[in-house]
């Protein structure tokens, strides 16, 4: 069996994809992973080509009317995985759009099946689409991957952050604090990896790569998470807790008595 995958090039994308690739092809699986172009013709070639597949998976997408079209024509049969709460917006005034969720109610017909990262998720597709097939597929973190944080005496503590160009603009919500913590603290870092960066002069910027995530991430020794007002949390409890996975499993420490003396860490305390 063939499968493609059409994705977007984010840092999601390995843990709900990548890292099950090995899995497929030991089970005699054959995949190919397919970005979704921005330019109209080449991604015209792309879902013509999905043809040749058995199995298409989209990855967090919701397409048009045109594009769906395609996608019925030219795909034999089609998933739709989702992580994320896609069907509504982000933007806090327009949370129910009708817009979206019209077009995730038309993903989810055209679909043969649909795979979603938690039970919220699963929730709301029935509520939209009572007859969709769903499967709950969380996303998963492999400890036995990630190294135990090792925290070097005399070192700068580096507060960090790591998400997608889409995410930057939750960091302004706490601009002012993490920019008063480095103005008072000596010897911290705030360290953004992405591939897009506010334009602020105080932060350490480091571009993200799919290669270098553990150690970028190891390198840190407090990770924040996105911050949601409370009246946005309906938002965030729809949402994958696969960032908070990694985060404990990767910023675990070996020595906690070097974090903790630290003069900023406590006075967290």
Partial sequence: MNIAY??????DVFYRVGQYLDYLHSNDLS?????TPNDFYKRFHTFKALSHYDVVVIQRKLFNA???SLLKKYARSL??????AIMFSSDEQSFRSRTRLSRY?????LCDHIIVGNSYLKDITHEICPHA????IPTVVDPSLYPVKVHMENQPLVIGWIGSAPTIKYLDLVQHVLREVIRSHENIIFRIISNEFPEWGWVEKKPWAREQEIQDVLG????IMRWTPLSRQKIDLIKDDGPASRWMIQLRSSDQSLFLQHPFVRGLF
């Fill in 66 to 68: 045109f594009w769906r």
């Fill in 105 to 109: 109610e038309k993903m989810v017909g």
């Fill in 6 to 11: 059409l994705t977007h090039d984010t840092p």
């Fill in 79 to 84: 998933i739709l995985d989702i992580d994320d």
């Fill in 31 to 35: 995949t190919s992973i397919l970005r």
């Fill in 220 to 223: 840190f020794d407090i990770g």
């Fill in 133 to 136: 097939s769903v499967t709950i």
